[in-house]
Protein backbone atom coordinates (compact mmCIF):
# COMPACT_ATOMS: atom_id res chain seq x y z
CA UNK A 1 0.00 0.00 0.00
CA UNK A 2 1.11 2.96 -0.87
CA UNK A 3 1.98 5.40 2.36
CA UNK A 4 0.95 8.38 0.68
CA UNK A 5 -2.92 9.14 0.84
CA UNK A 6 -5.20 11.65 -0.99
CA UNK A 7 -7.35 14.05 0.32
CA UNK A 8 -10.22 16.21 -1.43
CA UNK A 9 -10.76 18.66 1.17
CA UNK A 10 -14.18 20.11 -0.26
CA UNK A 11 -16.35 23.27 1.17
CA UNK A 12 -18.97 20.73 1.78
CA UNK A 13 -17.60 17.46 2.03
CA UNK A 14 -14.35 16.08 2.15
CA UNK A 15 -12.96 12.74 1.53
CA UNK A 16 -9.78 10.31 2.16
CA UNK A 17 -8.40 7.25 -0.11
CA UNK A 18 -5.71 5.75 -0.35
CA UNK A 19 -3.85 3.59 -3.01
CA UNK A 20 -4.21 0.02 -2.38
CA UNK A 21 -3.83 -3.16 -4.62
CA UNK A 22 -3.71 -1.03 -7.49
CA UNK A 23 -6.63 0.74 -6.83
CA UNK A 24 -7.77 4.07 -5.38
CA UNK A 25 -9.68 3.00 -1.81
CA UNK A 26 -11.86 5.65 -0.01
CA UNK A 27 -11.88 5.55 3.64
CA UNK A 28 -15.19 5.39 5.62
CA UNK A 29 -16.15 7.13 8.71
CA UNK A 30 -17.27 6.37 11.83
CA UNK A 31 -20.92 7.18 10.45
CA UNK A 32 -19.79 4.75 7.45
CA UNK A 33 -19.49 6.95 4.95
CA UNK A 34 -17.19 8.07 2.58
CA UNK A 35 -18.43 12.13 2.36
CA UNK A 36 -17.41 13.63 6.04
CA UNK A 37 -18.84 17.43 5.99
CA UNK A 38 -16.44 20.12 6.36
CA UNK A 39 -18.61 21.28 9.20
CA UNK A 40 -16.83 21.64 12.99
CA UNK A 41 -18.81 22.57 16.08
CA UNK A 42 -17.62 23.10 19.62
CA UNK A 43 -19.51 21.60 22.25
CA UNK A 44 -18.44 22.44 26.08
CA UNK A 45 -14.26 20.91 25.74
CA UNK A 46 -15.33 18.79 22.74
CA UNK A 47 -15.28 19.73 19.61
CA UNK A 48 -17.29 18.07 16.92
CA UNK A 49 -16.26 17.45 13.31
CA UNK A 50 -18.63 15.89 10.23
CA UNK A 51 -22.09 15.37 10.08
CA UNK A 52 -23.22 15.96 13.94
CA UNK A 53 -21.18 19.18 13.72
CA UNK A 54 -23.22 20.06 10.22
CA UNK A 55 -26.40 19.57 12.09
CA UNK A 56 -25.57 21.76 14.58
CA UNK A 57 -25.76 24.33 12.38
CA UNK A 58 -29.41 24.36 13.07
CA UNK A 59 -29.34 23.47 16.50
CA UNK A 60 -26.41 25.32 17.62
CA UNK A 61 -25.63 28.19 14.83
CA UNK A 62 -23.21 30.15 17.02
CA UNK A 63 -20.81 27.44 17.89
CA UNK A 64 -20.86 25.85 14.47
CA UNK A 65 -18.59 26.39 11.60
CA UNK A 66 -18.92 25.44 7.65
CA UNK A 67 -18.09 26.94 4.31
CA UNK A 68 -14.75 28.12 5.87
CA UNK A 69 -13.16 26.88 2.72
CA UNK A 70 -14.02 30.05 1.01
CA UNK A 71 -12.33 31.96 3.84
CA UNK A 72 -8.79 30.34 3.48
CA UNK A 73 -5.86 32.54 3.45
CA UNK A 74 -7.93 35.30 4.90
CA UNK A 75 -7.38 36.79 8.37
CA UNK A 76 -11.06 35.99 9.39
CA UNK A 77 -11.62 33.97 12.44
CA UNK A 78 -14.26 31.84 13.75
CA UNK A 79 -15.44 31.59 16.82
CA UNK A 80 -14.23 34.37 19.65
CA UNK A 81 -12.46 34.41 22.71
CA UNK A 82 -9.87 31.05 23.26
CA UNK A 83 -11.42 29.13 20.78
CA UNK A 84 -11.12 32.00 18.06
CA UNK A 85 -10.07 29.97 14.90
CA UNK A 86 -8.59 30.91 11.30
CA UNK A 87 -10.24 29.03 8.17
CA UNK A 88 -7.07 27.08 8.18
CA UNK A 89 -7.28 25.48 12.30
CA UNK A 90 -10.78 24.34 11.28
CA UNK A 91 -9.62 22.64 7.91
CA UNK A 92 -6.54 21.08 10.10
CA UNK A 93 -9.56 19.75 12.50
CA UNK A 94 -11.52 18.11 9.20
CA UNK A 95 -8.25 16.74 8.25
CA UNK A 96 -7.64 15.30 11.48
CA UNK A 97 -10.46 13.76 11.55
CA UNK A 98 -10.28 12.20 8.39
CA UNK A 99 -6.83 10.82 9.75
CA UNK A 100 -8.58 9.17 12.90
CA UNK A 101 -10.35 7.32 10.05
CA UNK A 102 -7.85 6.37 7.88
CA UNK A 103 -5.50 5.47 10.97
CA UNK A 104 -8.47 2.80 12.21
CA UNK A 105 -8.92 1.17 8.62
CA UNK A 106 -5.19 1.32 7.54
CA UNK A 107 -3.57 -0.08 10.44
CA UNK A 108 -1.11 3.57 10.59
CA UNK A 109 -1.38 6.99 10.35
CA UNK A 110 -0.77 8.22 7.44
CA UNK A 111 1.90 10.94 7.52
CA UNK A 112 2.30 12.19 4.35
CA UNK A 113 -0.74 13.15 1.94
CA UNK A 114 -1.77 14.88 -1.62
CA UNK A 115 -4.31 17.61 -1.42
CA UNK A 116 -6.78 18.60 -3.62
CA UNK A 117 -7.39 22.69 -4.40
CA UNK A 118 -9.78 23.86 -6.93
CA UNK A 119 -7.89 24.92 -9.84
CA UNK A 120 -9.11 28.21 -8.99
CA UNK A 121 -7.90 29.04 -6.30
CA UNK A 122 -5.26 31.73 -5.16
CA UNK A 123 -1.91 31.52 -4.10
CA UNK A 124 -2.84 32.60 -0.76
CA UNK A 125 -5.57 30.24 -0.65
CA UNK A 126 -2.91 27.79 -1.61
CA UNK A 127 -0.65 28.09 0.95
CA UNK A 128 -3.30 28.40 3.36
CA UNK A 129 -4.66 24.78 2.32
CA UNK A 130 -0.74 23.80 2.34
CA UNK A 131 -0.79 25.46 6.53
CA UNK A 132 -3.71 23.28 7.23
CA UNK A 133 -2.10 20.03 6.31
CA UNK A 134 0.94 20.56 8.36
CA UNK A 135 -1.48 22.07 11.31
CA UNK A 136 -3.48 18.75 11.32
CA UNK A 137 0.63 16.74 11.21
CA UNK A 138 1.12 16.39 7.73
CA UNK A 139 3.91 16.79 5.30
CA UNK A 140 1.83 18.01 2.40
CA UNK A 141 3.31 16.73 -0.68
CA UNK A 142 1.99 17.93 -3.50
CA UNK A 143 -1.32 20.29 -4.37
CA UNK A 144 -3.52 19.19 -7.10
CA UNK A 145 -6.01 20.79 -8.86
CA UNK A 146 -9.48 19.04 -8.13
CA UNK A 147 -10.50 19.10 -11.97
CA UNK A 148 -6.74 17.47 -12.93
CA UNK A 149 -7.37 15.10 -10.61
CA UNK A 150 -10.81 14.10 -11.24
CA UNK A 151 -9.36 13.68 -14.70
CA UNK A 152 -6.81 11.69 -14.09
CA UNK A 153 -9.22 9.39 -12.05
CA UNK A 154 -11.91 9.18 -15.34
CA UNK A 155 -8.55 8.60 -17.79
CA UNK A 156 -7.11 5.70 -15.74
CA UNK A 157 -10.34 4.17 -15.54
CA UNK A 158 -12.01 4.69 -18.64
CA UNK A 159 -9.60 4.03 -21.25
CA UNK A 160 -9.15 7.72 -22.67
CA UNK A 161 -5.89 7.66 -24.79
CA UNK A 162 -6.31 9.96 -27.71
CA UNK A 163 -9.35 11.42 -26.25
CA UNK A 164 -10.06 15.66 -24.66
CA UNK A 165 -12.19 15.83 -21.83
CA UNK A 166 -13.48 18.14 -20.25
CA UNK A 167 -14.03 18.01 -16.36
CA UNK A 168 -16.76 20.66 -14.86
CA UNK A 169 -16.80 20.53 -11.41
CA UNK A 170 -19.47 22.56 -9.20
CA UNK A 171 -19.45 21.52 -5.47
CA UNK A 172 -21.09 23.39 -2.80
CA UNK A 173 -18.62 27.09 -3.10
CA UNK A 174 -16.56 26.45 -6.32
CA UNK A 175 -16.66 26.00 -10.47
CA UNK A 176 -13.93 24.81 -11.46
CA UNK A 177 -13.51 23.65 -15.47
CA UNK A 178 -10.35 22.07 -17.14
CA UNK A 179 -9.60 20.62 -20.57
CA UNK A 180 -7.59 17.77 -20.81
CA UNK A 181 -5.96 15.71 -23.53
CA UNK A 182 -4.47 12.14 -22.92
CA UNK A 183 -2.25 10.39 -25.29
CA UNK A 184 0.08 7.83 -24.81
CA UNK A 185 0.54 8.02 -21.20
CA UNK A 186 0.78 11.60 -20.96
CA UNK A 187 -2.00 13.83 -19.35
CA UNK A 188 -2.39 17.29 -20.78
CA UNK A 189 -4.23 20.20 -18.94
CA UNK A 190 -5.16 22.54 -21.68
CA UNK A 191 -6.20 25.66 -19.86
CA UNK A 192 -8.20 25.72 -16.69
CA UNK A 193 -10.98 28.22 -15.72
CA UNK A 194 -13.41 29.05 -12.47
CA UNK A 195 -15.25 31.11 -10.35
CA UNK A 196 -14.21 30.70 -6.24
CA UNK A 197 -17.57 31.91 -5.20
CA UNK A 198 -20.08 29.71 -7.39
CA UNK A 199 -21.74 26.32 -6.34
CA UNK A 200 -24.74 24.76 -4.61
CA UNK A 201 -24.77 27.44 -1.95
CA UNK A 202 -25.18 30.24 -4.57
CA UNK A 203 -28.46 28.47 -6.11
CA UNK A 204 -29.39 27.89 -2.10
CA UNK A 205 -28.87 31.84 -1.71
CA UNK A 206 -31.12 32.17 -4.75
CA UNK A 207 -33.89 30.53 -3.51
CA UNK A 208 -33.57 32.17 -0.04
CA UNK A 209 -33.50 35.60 -1.66
CA UNK A 210 -36.79 34.79 -3.73
CA UNK A 211 -38.74 32.89 -0.89
CA UNK A 212 -38.50 36.30 1.41
CA UNK A 213 -39.33 38.34 -1.17
CA UNK A 214 -41.88 36.46 -1.81
CA UNK A 215 -43.31 36.62 1.74
CA UNK A 216 -42.12 39.98 2.72
CA UNK A 217 -39.97 38.16 5.48
CA UNK A 218 -37.36 40.07 7.41
CA UNK A 219 -34.94 37.98 6.91
CA UNK A 220 -32.14 39.86 8.52
CA UNK A 221 -34.78 40.05 11.85
CA UNK A 222 -34.85 36.66 11.77
CA UNK A 223 -32.33 35.02 14.44
CA UNK A 224 -29.45 32.95 13.38
CA UNK A 225 -31.49 29.37 13.46
CA UNK A 226 -33.92 30.13 11.48
CA UNK A 227 -32.01 31.88 9.04
CA UNK A 228 -29.87 28.67 8.73
CA UNK A 229 -33.12 26.84 8.42
CA UNK A 230 -34.51 28.16 5.79
CA UNK A 231 -31.14 27.99 3.87
CA UNK A 232 -31.37 24.29 4.51
CA UNK A 233 -34.67 24.05 3.73
CA UNK A 234 -33.86 26.13 0.14
CA UNK A 235 -30.87 23.36 -0.30
CA UNK A 236 -33.93 20.28 0.70
CA UNK A 237 -36.26 21.94 -1.99
CA UNK A 238 -33.22 22.12 -4.72
CA UNK A 239 -32.17 18.66 -4.06
CA UNK A 240 -36.01 17.63 -3.91
CA UNK A 241 -36.03 19.11 -7.74
CA UNK A 242 -32.77 16.53 -8.29
CA UNK A 243 -35.40 13.68 -8.50
CA UNK A 244 -38.50 14.97 -8.60
CA UNK A 245 -40.66 17.95 -11.02
CA UNK A 246 -41.89 19.97 -8.10
CA UNK A 247 -41.15 20.37 -4.31
CA UNK A 248 -42.83 22.85 -1.59
CA UNK A 249 -41.04 24.93 0.74
CA UNK A 250 -41.86 25.53 4.08
CA UNK A 251 -40.50 27.59 6.79
CA UNK A 252 -42.03 28.87 10.23
CA UNK A 253 -40.59 31.81 11.79
CA UNK A 254 -40.97 34.42 14.39
CA UNK A 255 -41.54 33.73 17.65
CA UNK A 256 -45.00 32.49 20.14
CA UNK A 257 -47.95 34.08 18.81
CA UNK A 258 -46.08 35.99 16.05
CA UNK A 259 -44.61 32.66 14.66
CA UNK A 260 -46.26 32.05 11.31
CA UNK A 261 -45.20 29.49 8.31
CA UNK A 262 -44.78 30.31 4.84
CA UNK A 263 -44.98 28.34 1.89
CA UNK A 264 -44.48 28.12 -1.67
CA UNK A 265 -44.58 25.66 -4.49
CA UNK A 266 -41.39 25.19 -6.62
CA UNK A 267 -41.14 23.08 -10.19
CA UNK A 268 -38.17 23.09 -12.76
CA UNK A 269 -39.40 25.18 -14.91
CA UNK A 270 -39.54 27.91 -12.02
CA UNK A 271 -35.76 26.91 -10.80
CA UNK A 272 -34.58 27.38 -14.10
CA UNK A 273 -36.08 30.87 -14.70
CA UNK A 274 -35.10 31.84 -11.05
CA UNK A 275 -31.38 30.42 -11.53
CA UNK A 276 -30.59 31.77 -14.68
CA UNK A 277 -28.09 34.22 -13.60
CA UNK A 278 -25.79 31.79 -12.21
CA UNK A 279 -26.38 29.17 -15.31
CA UNK A 280 -25.23 32.18 -17.15
CA UNK A 281 -22.24 32.43 -15.16
CA UNK A 282 -21.40 28.73 -15.21
CA UNK A 283 -21.91 28.54 -19.48
CA UNK A 284 -19.50 31.40 -19.19
CA UNK A 285 -17.20 29.57 -17.59
CA UNK A 286 -17.14 26.38 -19.33
CA UNK A 287 -17.06 28.60 -22.85
CA UNK A 288 -13.75 30.69 -21.69
CA UNK A 289 -12.10 27.66 -20.45
CA UNK A 290 -12.76 25.61 -24.52
CA UNK A 291 -11.77 29.16 -26.19
CA UNK A 292 -8.58 29.39 -24.04
CA UNK A 293 -6.84 26.20 -25.76
CA UNK A 294 -8.82 27.22 -29.24
CA UNK A 295 -11.10 24.05 -29.34
CA UNK A 296 -14.55 23.72 -30.31
CA UNK A 297 -17.28 22.26 -28.43
CA UNK A 298 -17.62 19.79 -30.23
CA UNK A 299 -13.99 18.61 -30.26
CA UNK A 300 -14.59 17.54 -26.27
CA UNK A 301 -14.94 14.03 -26.67
CA UNK A 302 -15.66 13.29 -22.82
CA UNK A 303 -17.63 15.59 -20.17
CA UNK A 304 -16.80 14.66 -16.72
CA UNK A 305 -19.34 16.14 -14.11
CA UNK A 306 -18.21 16.45 -10.70
CA UNK A 307 -19.53 17.45 -7.50
CA UNK A 308 -22.67 17.28 -5.80
CA UNK A 309 -24.30 20.36 -7.75
CA UNK A 310 -24.27 18.45 -10.70
CA UNK A 311 -26.70 16.70 -10.08
CA UNK A 312 -29.29 19.52 -10.93
CA UNK A 313 -31.17 18.47 -13.89
CA UNK A 314 -30.65 22.82 -14.57
CA UNK A 315 -26.96 22.26 -15.10
CA UNK A 316 -27.09 19.34 -16.69
CA UNK A 317 -29.59 20.33 -19.24
CA UNK A 318 -27.64 23.47 -19.84
CA UNK A 319 -24.27 20.99 -20.27
CA UNK A 320 -25.71 18.64 -22.31
CA UNK A 321 -27.22 21.86 -24.60
CA UNK A 322 -24.18 23.58 -24.81
CA UNK A 323 -22.04 20.05 -26.31
CA UNK A 324 -24.76 18.35 -27.36
CA UNK A 325 -24.39 15.37 -25.47
CA UNK A 326 -24.66 13.25 -22.20
CA UNK A 327 -22.07 13.45 -19.76
CA UNK A 328 -19.94 10.11 -19.09
CA UNK A 329 -21.33 7.55 -17.05
CA UNK A 330 -19.72 6.19 -14.45
CA UNK A 331 -18.42 8.59 -12.85
CA UNK A 332 -19.63 9.16 -9.06
CA UNK A 333 -19.09 13.23 -8.95
CA UNK A 334 -18.40 12.83 -4.97
CA UNK A 335 -15.89 10.26 -5.07
CA UNK A 336 -13.43 11.13 -8.39
CA UNK A 337 -11.93 13.87 -6.78
CA UNK A 338 -10.13 11.70 -3.60
CA UNK A 339 -9.41 8.90 -6.03
CA UNK A 340 -7.72 11.40 -8.38
CA UNK A 341 -5.78 12.63 -5.31
CA UNK A 342 -5.34 8.60 -4.13
CA UNK A 343 -3.58 7.94 -7.72
CA UNK A 344 -1.86 11.56 -7.48
CA UNK A 345 -0.23 10.32 -3.88
CA UNK A 346 0.81 6.58 -5.29
CA UNK A 347 2.59 8.69 -8.45
CA UNK A 348 4.30 10.66 -5.80
CA UNK A 349 5.42 7.26 -3.52
CA UNK A 350 6.05 5.49 -7.24
CA UNK A 351 4.16 2.93 -6.55
CA UNK A 352 4.93 -0.10 -8.54
CA UNK A 353 1.41 -0.98 -9.70
CA UNK A 354 0.66 2.05 -11.35
CA UNK A 355 2.61 2.64 -14.55
CA UNK A 356 4.14 6.18 -14.71
CA UNK A 357 1.65 8.73 -15.83
CA UNK A 358 2.81 12.19 -16.87
CA UNK A 359 0.78 14.82 -15.52
CA UNK A 360 0.85 18.34 -16.76
CA UNK A 361 -0.78 21.46 -15.34
CA UNK A 362 -1.67 24.80 -16.04
CA UNK A 363 -1.93 28.04 -13.84
CA UNK A 364 -4.78 29.44 -14.24
CA UNK A 365 -4.81 33.06 -13.85
CA UNK A 366 -2.01 35.26 -15.24
CA UNK A 367 0.41 36.81 -13.04
CA UNK A 368 2.06 40.14 -13.66
CA UNK A 369 3.19 43.50 -11.59
CA UNK A 370 2.20 46.42 -11.94
CA UNK A 371 3.82 49.60 -13.97
CA UNK A 372 3.42 53.03 -15.16
CA UNK A 373 3.24 53.83 -18.82
CA UNK A 374 4.43 56.90 -20.53
CA UNK A 375 0.72 58.57 -21.31
CA UNK A 376 2.82 61.82 -23.05
CA UNK A 377 6.20 62.92 -23.12
CA UNK A 378 7.56 63.01 -19.71
CA UNK A 379 3.86 62.55 -18.36
CA UNK A 380 3.95 58.94 -16.44
CA UNK A 381 0.70 57.34 -15.27
CA UNK A 382 1.02 54.18 -13.10
CA UNK A 383 -1.18 51.27 -12.45
CA UNK A 384 -1.04 49.42 -15.59
CA UNK A 385 -0.86 45.84 -15.68
CA UNK A 386 2.45 43.98 -17.06
CA UNK A 387 1.69 40.61 -17.26
CA UNK A 388 4.10 38.13 -17.17
CA UNK A 389 3.23 34.78 -16.72
CA UNK A 390 -0.17 33.99 -19.15
CA UNK A 391 -3.19 32.27 -18.30
CA UNK A 392 -3.19 28.40 -19.13
CA UNK A 393 1.03 28.38 -19.54
CA UNK A 394 2.43 25.06 -18.75
CA UNK A 395 3.52 24.46 -14.94
CA UNK A 396 6.40 24.92 -13.70
CA UNK A 397 7.45 27.54 -15.53
CA UNK A 398 9.50 30.63 -15.32
CA UNK A 399 9.19 33.61 -16.83
CA UNK A 400 11.73 36.92 -16.69
CA UNK A 401 10.37 40.79 -17.83
CA UNK A 402 12.98 43.61 -16.96
CA UNK A 403 11.45 46.62 -16.03
CA UNK A 404 13.52 50.54 -15.31
CA UNK A 405 13.22 53.41 -12.92
CA UNK A 406 11.20 56.10 -14.01
CA UNK A 407 13.46 58.91 -12.96
CA UNK A 408 16.93 59.58 -12.29
CA UNK A 409 16.15 60.90 -8.44
CA UNK A 410 14.56 57.22 -8.20
CA UNK A 411 16.77 55.16 -5.59
CA UNK A 412 14.61 52.20 -4.93
CA UNK A 413 11.86 50.34 -7.74
CA UNK A 414 8.57 48.58 -5.82
CA UNK A 415 7.88 45.75 -8.21
CA UNK A 416 3.98 45.23 -6.87
CA UNK A 417 2.83 41.65 -7.90
CA UNK A 418 -0.96 40.81 -9.32
CA UNK A 419 -3.03 38.20 -10.56
CA UNK A 420 -5.69 38.68 -12.79
CA UNK A 421 -6.39 39.72 -16.59
CA UNK A 422 -7.70 43.43 -16.80
CA UNK A 423 -5.40 46.32 -18.02
CA UNK A 424 -5.74 47.82 -15.34
CA UNK A 425 -4.03 46.17 -12.11
CA UNK A 426 -6.44 48.26 -9.80
CA UNK A 427 -9.22 45.75 -11.17
CA UNK A 428 -6.43 42.60 -10.53
CA UNK A 429 -5.75 40.69 -7.08
CA UNK A 430 -2.60 42.36 -5.41
CA UNK A 431 -0.09 39.40 -4.00
CA UNK A 432 2.50 41.50 -2.44
CA UNK A 433 5.48 43.60 -3.64
CA UNK A 434 9.32 43.88 -3.48
CA UNK A 435 11.35 46.88 -3.05
CA UNK A 436 14.90 46.91 -4.33
CA UNK A 437 17.40 50.11 -4.35
CA UNK A 438 18.71 50.61 -7.89
CA UNK A 439 22.10 51.97 -7.41
CA UNK A 440 23.61 55.07 -9.20
CA UNK A 441 25.33 53.09 -11.97
CA UNK A 442 24.36 52.81 -15.42
CA UNK A 443 22.98 50.06 -15.73
CA UNK A 444 19.62 50.80 -13.34
CA UNK A 445 17.74 47.69 -14.87
CA UNK A 446 15.81 45.05 -12.76
CA UNK A 447 14.94 41.86 -13.75
CA UNK A 448 11.65 40.49 -12.72
CA UNK A 449 11.50 36.28 -12.39
CA UNK A 450 8.60 34.53 -12.02
CA UNK A 451 8.31 30.67 -10.80
CA UNK A 452 5.12 28.91 -10.51
CA UNK A 453 5.45 25.23 -9.55
CA UNK A 454 3.57 22.96 -9.93
CA UNK A 455 1.36 23.31 -6.64
CA UNK A 456 0.60 26.49 -8.07
CA UNK A 457 2.85 28.09 -5.68
CA UNK A 458 4.53 31.26 -7.15
CA UNK A 459 8.18 32.63 -6.18
CA UNK A 460 9.23 36.35 -7.29
CA UNK A 461 12.74 36.74 -8.08
CA UNK A 462 14.46 40.32 -8.13
CA UNK A 463 17.89 41.40 -9.05
CA UNK A 464 19.48 45.00 -10.50
CA UNK A 465 22.15 43.33 -12.50
CA UNK A 466 23.86 46.60 -11.92
CA UNK A 467 24.89 46.36 -8.26
CA UNK A 468 24.09 42.47 -7.95
CA UNK A 469 21.00 43.63 -5.12
CA UNK A 470 18.63 40.71 -5.02
CA UNK A 471 15.24 40.38 -3.46
CA UNK A 472 12.91 36.99 -3.16
CA UNK A 473 9.71 36.69 -2.34
CA UNK A 474 7.67 33.62 -2.14
CA UNK A 475 4.30 35.63 -2.19
CA UNK A 476 2.73 36.35 1.04
CA UNK A 477 -0.39 38.60 0.16
CA UNK A 478 -0.58 41.51 2.91
CA UNK A 479 1.27 39.12 5.73
CA UNK A 480 -1.67 36.68 5.60
CA UNK A 481 0.27 33.22 5.19
CA UNK A 482 1.11 31.93 7.96
CA UNK A 483 4.67 31.05 9.22
CA UNK A 484 5.77 27.90 10.65
CA UNK A 485 5.81 29.67 14.42
CA UNK A 486 1.53 30.36 13.48
CA UNK A 487 1.57 26.61 11.88
CA UNK A 488 3.35 24.95 15.48
CA UNK A 489 1.36 27.14 17.78
CA UNK A 490 -1.90 26.21 15.53
CA UNK A 491 -0.97 22.65 16.17
CA UNK A 492 -0.78 23.18 19.77
CA UNK A 493 -3.88 25.09 19.88
CA UNK A 494 -5.96 22.28 17.87
CA UNK A 495 -4.07 19.84 20.29
CA UNK A 496 -5.79 20.62 23.13
CA UNK A 497 -9.31 20.41 21.40
CA UNK A 498 -10.72 17.29 22.07
CA UNK A 499 -12.62 14.98 20.08
CA UNK A 500 -15.10 12.45 21.06
CA UNK A 501 -14.15 8.18 21.23
CA UNK A 502 -15.31 6.58 17.91
CA UNK A 503 -18.05 4.56 20.42
CA UNK A 504 -19.63 7.76 20.72
CA UNK A 505 -19.56 9.47 17.34
CA UNK A 506 -22.15 7.69 15.60
CA UNK A 507 -24.58 8.20 18.64
CA UNK A 508 -23.98 11.83 19.09
CA UNK A 509 -24.24 12.20 15.38
CA UNK A 510 -27.41 10.16 15.28
CA UNK A 511 -29.15 12.47 18.24
CA UNK A 512 -27.73 15.80 16.65
CA UNK A 513 -29.30 14.62 13.24
CA UNK A 514 -32.64 14.05 15.46
CA UNK A 515 -32.35 17.55 17.66
CA UNK A 516 -32.36 18.89 14.10
CA UNK A 517 -35.27 17.71 12.82
CA UNK A 518 -36.95 18.32 15.86
CA UNK A 519 -36.51 22.06 15.61
CA UNK A 520 -37.43 22.12 12.09
CA UNK A 521 -40.75 19.95 12.48
CA UNK A 522 -44.14 21.30 14.05
CA UNK A 523 -46.90 19.81 15.49
CA UNK A 524 -47.40 16.09 15.89
CA UNK A 525 -44.14 15.09 13.90
CA UNK A 526 -42.36 17.31 16.31
CA UNK A 527 -43.67 16.09 19.72
CA UNK A 528 -42.94 12.52 18.32
CA UNK A 529 -39.42 13.25 17.30
CA UNK A 530 -39.23 14.48 21.09
CA UNK A 531 -40.15 11.75 22.42
CA UNK A 532 -37.95 9.78 19.91
CA UNK A 533 -35.17 11.70 21.31
CA UNK A 534 -36.18 11.02 24.90
CA UNK A 535 -36.19 7.26 24.74
CA UNK A 536 -33.00 7.26 22.74
CA UNK A 537 -31.14 9.31 25.70
CA UNK A 538 -32.74 6.85 28.59
CA UNK A 539 -31.08 4.48 26.72
CA UNK A 540 -28.06 5.99 26.25
CA UNK A 541 -27.54 6.47 30.46
CA UNK A 542 -28.16 2.98 30.68
CA UNK A 543 -24.14 2.46 29.06
CA UNK A 544 -25.04 -1.21 27.63
CA UNK A 545 -23.21 -1.37 24.32
CA UNK A 546 -25.43 -3.79 22.49
CA UNK A 547 -28.82 -2.15 23.58
CA UNK A 548 -27.35 1.15 22.59
CA UNK A 549 -26.14 0.23 19.12
CA UNK A 550 -29.45 -1.56 18.35
CA UNK A 551 -31.92 1.60 19.42
CA UNK A 552 -29.69 3.90 17.76
CA UNK A 553 -29.89 1.70 14.30
CA UNK A 554 -33.89 2.01 14.84
CA UNK A 555 -33.64 5.79 15.25
CA UNK A 556 -31.51 6.24 12.31
CA UNK A 557 -34.43 3.97 10.45
CA UNK A 558 -36.92 6.26 11.69
CA UNK A 559 -35.21 9.55 11.08
CA UNK A 560 -34.67 7.98 7.48
CA UNK A 561 -38.50 7.28 7.33
CA UNK A 562 -39.34 10.78 8.64
CA UNK A 563 -37.15 12.33 6.07
CA UNK A 564 -38.89 10.20 2.96
CA UNK A 565 -42.08 11.51 4.43
CA UNK A 566 -43.71 8.23 5.78
CA UNK A 567 -44.69 9.90 9.36
CA UNK A 568 -45.22 7.26 11.91
P1 LIG B 1 -17.61 20.41 -2.25
O1 LIG B 1 -16.67 19.98 -3.30
O2 LIG B 1 -17.83 21.87 -2.18
O3 LIG B 1 -17.34 19.83 -0.91
P2 LIG B 1 -19.69 18.60 -3.09
O4 LIG B 1 -19.14 18.09 -4.35
O5 LIG B 1 -19.82 17.67 -1.95
O6 LIG B 1 -19.05 19.94 -2.65
O7 LIG B 1 -21.12 19.20 -3.45
C1 LIG B 1 -21.90 19.83 -2.52
C2 LIG B 1 -23.05 20.50 -3.20
O8 LIG B 1 -23.77 19.55 -3.95
C3 LIG B 1 -24.02 21.12 -2.22
O9 LIG B 1 -24.30 22.44 -2.61
C4 LIG B 1 -25.24 20.24 -2.35
O10 LIG B 1 -26.43 20.98 -2.15
C5 LIG B 1 -25.14 19.74 -3.76
N1 LIG B 1 -25.86 18.49 -3.97
C6 LIG B 1 -25.60 17.28 -3.44
N2 LIG B 1 -26.53 16.38 -3.82
C7 LIG B 1 -27.41 17.05 -4.62
C8 LIG B 1 -28.60 16.68 -5.33
N3 LIG B 1 -29.10 15.46 -5.29
N4 LIG B 1 -29.22 17.65 -6.06
C9 LIG B 1 -28.74 18.90 -6.09
N5 LIG B 1 -27.64 19.30 -5.45
C10 LIG B 1 -26.96 18.39 -4.72
MG1 LIG C 1 -15.32 19.12 -4.37
Excluded at 32 to 56: C, K, M, Q, W
Excluded at 122 to 148: C, F, K, M, Y
Excluded at 472 to 481: D, W
Aim: charge should be negative; proline fraction near 3%.
Amino acid sequence: MSSIIGIDLGTTNSLIAAWHNGESRLITNAAGSYLTPSAVSFDNDHVLIGEAAANRVITHPAETFSYFKRDMGTPKRFGNGRKALRAEDLSALVIRQLLDDAELVLGTRPSEAVISVPAYFSDAQRHATRAAGQIAGLTVERLINEPTAAAMAHGLHENADGRTIVVIDLGGGTLDVSVVECFDGVMEVHASAGDNNLGGRDFDELLRAWFVKTHSIDYIGLELSARNRLVRACQQARHDLSSSHNTELTITAGKGRRQKTYTSALDRAHFEKLAAPLLNRLQIVVERAIRDCRLSLQAIDDIVLVGGATRMPVVRNLIGRMFRRLPAANVDPDQIVARGAAIQAALKARDSSLEDVVLTDVSPYTLGIGIARETDRDQWSEGFYLPIIERNSRVPVSRMDTVHPISELQKTVTVPIFQGESRLVKNNIRLGEIEVPVGKGDDRSVQVRFTYDINGILEVDVEVPGTGEHRNLVINSSGKMLSEEDIRKSLQSISHLKVLPRETIQNVTTLSRAERMYEEALGEERSYIGELIARFERILDGQDPEQIDAARAELAQLLDDLDQGRFR
